[in-house]
C-alpha cells in the first residue's frame, strides 16, 4: 500500500476514534503519526464545547494537545483514566502489540497500565500474522555498551538507536534506545519475561494483553476488534 494510502487510513481512524471519547472522560492519549490526526480531531470536539482531560504519553504530545486547547494533566494528577487511545508499531494474531518506534513506550506504557480501557488505533498495515517489527528497549545510559554486548551474545541483535547527527536517541527521561532486529517474534510473551529480567533495561516494547478494543481501518471502512 502506498504512502498516500496509509496517511489516508491514519486520518480515517484517528477521526473514528474520537467518537469513543465521551464528555467527563478522563482519556490517556497516544503518541505517533496516527494519534496526530486523532489530537487534531479530539481538538476540533473540544473547541466545540466536549469538557475532557488528556493525560499525554509524550512531550509532543502534550504540546500538540495544549496548543489546541485540551486540558492535560499528567498521570500522577489524576485518580483514574477511564480510556487510553494509541497506535502500535505492529499487532499480531494474538492481538499483542509492539509499541516504541518514536521512543515514548515507557511513558505510553505507565499510562496504559493506569488505563480502565485501552484502544489501538491502526492501519491495516500494522497488522501481521507474527511479530517481526524491532523490539525498543529503553535503557539506562550507564552501562548501555555492555547490555548491548549481552544482547548480542542472545543472539538478538541489538542496535542502539541515533539520531541523524549519529548520536543517541534520548527519551523524554533521557535514556537511550536498543532496538532488537529478529526475523520473527513466535513466543512474545518468553521474550518479554527474559527481558524483565535483565538490569539496565528500563522498559521494553512489547504491548501483552494490554488493548481491550483495536480499530483497524480498511479502504472500505473500520473494523473494531474485541481483543481482551
Given at each position: ?15 473514528e476514534a474520537v467518537d469513543f ?80 518506534g518514536g521512543a515514548s513506550h ?69 535514556n537511550y534506545i536498543i532496538d ?49
Amino acid at each position: 500500500m502506498d504512502s498516500e494510502a496509509v496517511k489516508k487510513q491514519k486520518a480515517e481512524v484517528g477521526r473514528e476514534a474520537v467518537d469513543f471519547i465521551k464528555d467527563g472522560m478522563i482519556v490517556g492519549i497516544g503518541s505517533g503519526s496516527t494519534m496526530w490526526y486523532l489530537v487534531e480531531a479530539l481538538g476540533k470536539r473540544v473547541q466545540a464545547g466536549l469538557n475532557i482531560i488528556g493525560v499525554p504519553t509524550s512531550k509532543y504530545t502534550r504540546e500538540h494537545a495544549e496548543r489546541l486547547g485540551i486540558m492535560m494533566k499528567n498521570v500522577d494528577e489524576v485518580d483514574h483514566i477511564d480510556l487510553t487511545i494509541d497506535g502500535a508499531d505492529q499487532i499480531d494474531e494474538n492481538y499483542q502489540g509492539i509499541k516504541g518506534g518514536g521512543a515514548s513506550h515507557l511513558m505510553e506504557k505507565i499510562v496504559a497500565v493506569n488505563s480502565r480501557k485501552n484502544m489501538w488505533i491502526v492501519d491495516e498495515t500494522k497488522m501481521v500474522k507474527t511479530l517481526s517489527y524491532p523490539v525498543p528497549l529503553e535503557v539506562i545510559p550507564y552501562g548501555s555498551k555492555q547490555l548491548e554486548k549481552r544482547l548480542a551474545k542472545m543472539g538478538l541483535n541489538p542496535r542502539l538507536r541515533l539520531d541523524e547527527n549519529q548520536q543517541p536517541v534520548l527519551t523524554d527521561s533521557k535514556n537511550y534506545i536498543i532496538d532488537l532486529f529478529l526475523d520473527h517474534i513466535d513466543d512474545p510473551k518468553e521474550l518479554a519475561s527474559t527481558l524483565d529480567s535483565i538490569t539496565g533495561i528500563v522498559e521494553h516494547g512489547f504491548f501483552l494483553d494490554i488493548a481491550n478494543t483495536i480499530i483497524v481501518q480498511h479502504p472500505d471502512g473500520p473494523q473494531i476488534i474485541n481483543a481482551h
